[in-house]
């Protein structure tokens, strides 16, 4: 992996008593990013992640009874995934089906605003596809990189982020947009972005909690740089703002928050 010459990275932290509080806030966040984006440029382009912490978000963004739904100027937003397990669409392994059944169904969005990852492919041929589709949906050349509006990520409690594993291949891919990355898991192989990519991204929020990530998350954060462990370090915003949406028990080995739960690390890499 290539280092960039030591920057510092304002990593802001909000924290929320409730798990209804803190996806209540991600809505609103990715609400928010939809609507400047939209008024900015007339279109929005947002990546989300899969697993249990973004779902609640999910049905409150499709939820008639919150503003999200009729925030989101919905025929104006392209939707893309960080990753996605090699499984079919309708498997109950899929970051799709988890989005499909919790507000793609419920929303009007046009079904070609909707960019999945293939996972019924190939790894190969999956992460071929993606890259192509995001390619031609960003109007790339080259090598250009393209700049999502807004990338949402979760971490694990080993650390890794999107499909970026401790010390698995992807973490060295710096030209490539998605590529298929293997892990020891029951579903060994994923299709993801590449930290280049999720870098350039204008916002980058994570979403953590459990009491079980607070270690990790301070290793991450306040601990040396050994990204080929804790590939989480390598999400660095070309923009130097971070974002971190965290419970009590997540954030229990950060420094307290002020009273409003707004906390604010300096990091330097």
């Known amino acids: 992996m290539v280092r960039a010459m030591p920057k510092t990275m304002h990593v802001h932290y909000q924290v929320e008593e409730t798990s209804e509080a803190m996806s209540l806030t991600a809505a609103d966040w990715i609400a928010s990013s939809v609507e400047s984006s939209v008024r900015a440029r007339g279109i929005a382009r947002i990546a989300i992640s899969g697993g249990g912490g973004p779902k609640r978000t999910f049905e409150l963004l499709a939820d008639p009874a919150h503003p999200f739904h009729t925030r989101i100027d919905w025929a104006r937003l392209l939707l893309f995934w960080v990753d996605e397990r090699c499984v079919p669409p309708d498997s109950p392994d899929s970051n799709y089906r988890l989005a499909t059944e919790t507000f793609l169904s419920k929303v009007p969005l046009p079904e070609e ?139 229990a080995q950060l420094p307290p928050p002020e009273a409003n739960g707004r906390g604010l690390l300096e990091v330097t890499r």
């Open 113 to 251: 605003n909707v960019i999945r990852i293939e996972g019924e492919l190939q790894p190969e041929e999956a992460a071929a596809h993606y890259e192509s589709a995001i390619r031609n949906r960003f109007r790339l050349e080259g090598a250009e990189l393209p700049r999502f509006d807004m990338i949402a990520l979760g971490m694990g409690s080993n650390g890794h982020t999107a499909s970026l594993f401790p010390h698995s291949e992807a973490l060295h891919e710096m030209m490539r947009l998605a590529v298929a990355n293997h892990v020891e898991d029951k579903n060994p192989w994923r299709v993801t972005l590449t930290w280049p990519v999720i870098n350039r991204a204008d916002k980058i929020f994570f979403l953590i909690q459990d009491g079980k990530k607070a270690e990790v998350l301070k290793e991450v954060f306040l601990g040396p740089y050994q990204p080929e462990t804790l590939p989480s370090q390598l999400i660095q915003p070309e923009s130097g703002e971070l974002s971190l949406l965290l419970d009590r028990a997540a954030a």
